[in-house]
């Protein structure tokens, strides 16, 4: 009688007589399968890694409308009135570029990386040379509002 070592007694693996072989087993079956499945990874990885790290910061921008004709009772007809439905662009140093849309209250959301951005909005008018840097840091949360005077 032979005994077995603790791990094939554990997992239920048989013993080899003296001079046999222990094959692994056969992963692929075909020819090329190895190949295959190597170059899938690859690609599923690449993907993966393009479509699903998320952003390391997140803006805010709300723009809002500021003039207008004035009240009879004083100050102006719009004083920050969310705008609704217009652009927002952020441009970062090498002249890549993400949009967005504000909503109802005015606001476009944006995940960027850690970097330096103009912000603007073209709705407002060429702004794009007078905005200023916003510079982002992992994890930052920003607002940045954007003020569109209305004659």
């Known amino acids: 009688m032979r ?4 791990v094939e007694s554990a997992v239920g693996l048989p013993t080899p007589g003296r ?3 222990v094959r692994a087993p056969r992963l692929f079956a075909r020819r090329g399968s190895a190949l295959a499945a190597v170059l899938a990874s690859i690609v599923m990885g690449s ?3 393009g479509c699903t ?3 390391d910061a997140v803006v805010d921008v709300k723009v809002g409308l500021w003039g207008g004709p004035a009240r009879p009772t004083g100050g ?3 004083e920050g009135e969310p705008a609704r439905g217009v652009n927002v662009t952020v441009r970062d140093a ?3 570029t993400w949009e967005g849309t504000t909503d109802q209250q005015g606001v476009a959301q944006l995940d960027l990386r850690p970097g330096a951005y ?3 909005s073209t709705y407002c008018g060429p702004t794009e040379d007078a905005a200023p840097v916003t510079t982002l840091q992992p994890g930052d949360i920003r607002s940045v509002e954007i003020r569109c005077d209305v004659p």
Request: glycine share 14%.
């Open 94 to 96: 090498h002249g890549k």
């Open 118 to 120: 103009v912000i603007f």
């Open 47 to 49: 993907w993966l890694a």
């Open 19 to 21: 001079g046999s072989v």
């Open 53 to 55: 790290t998320p952003a």
């Open 3 to 6: 005994l077995r070592s603790g």
């Open 76 to 78: 102006m007809a719009l």
